[in-house]
């Protein structure tokens, strides 16, 4: 069995209103699919970020050491792929999701079970939504997104601070409070954007007000998450982050450094299923426990769901707290419109398909409705 071909697809869809976290709208949403075709019928699909130079990677250094090659020796060929690079977990988390999918369709068994099989039939999400829209006040529309999304069944769901005055993102950070009552985790993402006495006046607030965690609120990436340390020394409430970190050496240094309480790696960006499970299973050894992020379409979701399926509860307590994982609710034309069947979501939980692979079925005519390149 041979892999003949790898495509990629970026795809891109223009939204109805501007919507986003602190620091700026989205007014297009935009995705890179990858397909791996091998000998007798068989494909898988991968997604990952359309960010520049990550196509070019994958076409020009992934492709060339996949083409020949067998899919079911995915540790070689990881490897290698790691090797050739210079460690762009971005790249290679497309490509090992398409290549996970590949696997699972040969060998006739789910991704779960590629990795020695899941912990859970159905796994937890939260809602990724009360994001910024222009024009909107938050005080008011969070409140009544909230109220939305707990009739639908969600007992977990996240909103964006950061984007105006202390004051106006507190009033709207009790209103949901409110709006929700004491048994929903919240949790508030400041997407980077905060100093550090105003993350810990925020911070304050939110703890105030028992959210679940605050995520991100200090510059992401200047280098790898400098100053979360501290932030975490001062604050009692669990700081999530390292969302942006593409590799397993960077998470070990920032799990050295105390610089999250909750570890945040995401399949697209950080190589893949098994190097996030990898990463969850390093983080458990400093107690740290693994809420993956996950914003992005039907594969990377599916792959996600896949993911948290094989994670543990964060100890081994009755009242344990289970992983969750993420479910962006911005707009998405490439979380419903790209499957010919959607994800089965009831009731706040996401079924993870017994089918093989990732278990999902791409439509195809869609990726070439959205596809600009």
């Known amino acids: 069995m041979k892999i003949r071909s790898v495509k990629t697809y970026v795809l891109s869809h223009p939204m109805t209103r501007a919507t986003g976290p602190a620091n700026h709208y989205y007014r297009v949403r935009t995705t890179l699919l ?51 690079n210079f460690g762009n977990g971005m790249a290679i988390g497309g490509v090992s999701i398409a290549l996970d999918d590949l696997r699972g369709k040969i060998l006739g068994l789910p991704v779960a079970e590629l990795y020695g099989g899941r912990l859970r039939s159905r796994v937890q999400t939260y809602a990724s939504a009360m994001n910024y829209i222009e024009g909107e006040d938050p005080e008011l529309q969070y409140p009544r997104e909230a109220e939305a999304l707990v009739s639908q069944g969600f007992k977990a769901m996240k909103m964006r601070i950061g984007g105006q005055e202390i004051p106006r993102d507190a009033a709207a950070v009790k209103a949901v409070r409110r709006a929700v009552g004491p048994d929903i985790k919240l949790m508030a993402d400041g997407n980077g954007v905060y100093t550090m006495g105003a993350a810990v006046k925020m911070g304050r607030i939110l ?28 604050l009692d409430i669990p700081i999530a982050a390292c969302e942006g970190l593409t590799a397993r050496g960077r998470f070990r240094e920032a799990l050295e450094r105390r610089a999250m309480d909750i570890a945040q790696p995401d399949v697209a960006l ?71 069947e959607p994800l089965e979501i009831k009731d706040g939980y996401v079924a993870v398909s017994t089918k093989p692979g990732l278990g999902i079925t791409v439509n195809e005519e869609q990726v070439r409705r959205f596809q600009v390149s």
């Open 34 to 84: 990858i397909k791996i075709e091998a000998e007798d019928g068989f494909f898988g699909w991968g997604e990952t970020v359309s960010f520049p130079g990550v196509r070019e990677i994958i076409e020009r250094h992934c492709a060339p050491i996949l083409i020949g090659s067998d899919p079911r020796e995915a540790r070689q060929i990881l490897r290698r792929l790691w090797g050739q």
């Open 207 to 234: 703890e105030e007000q028992d959210y679940y965690w605050y995520e991100e609120p200090l510059p992401q990436c200047a280098p790898d998450y400098s100053g979360y340390e501290e932030l975490a020394r001062q």
């Open 270 to 340: 950080s190589g893949g299923v098994g190097e996030v499970l990898f990463i969850a299973e390093m983080a458990a050894l400093w107690g740290v426990p693994c809420m993956p992020h996950c914003w992005a379409g039907a594969i990377v979701i599916a792959a996600s769901a896949h993911l948290v399926s094989l994670l543990p509860d964060a100890s081994f307590g009755r009242a344990a707290e289970p992983p969750l994982l993420e479910l962006d609710f911005v707009e998405n034309p490439f979380r419903e419109a790209l499957l010919e």
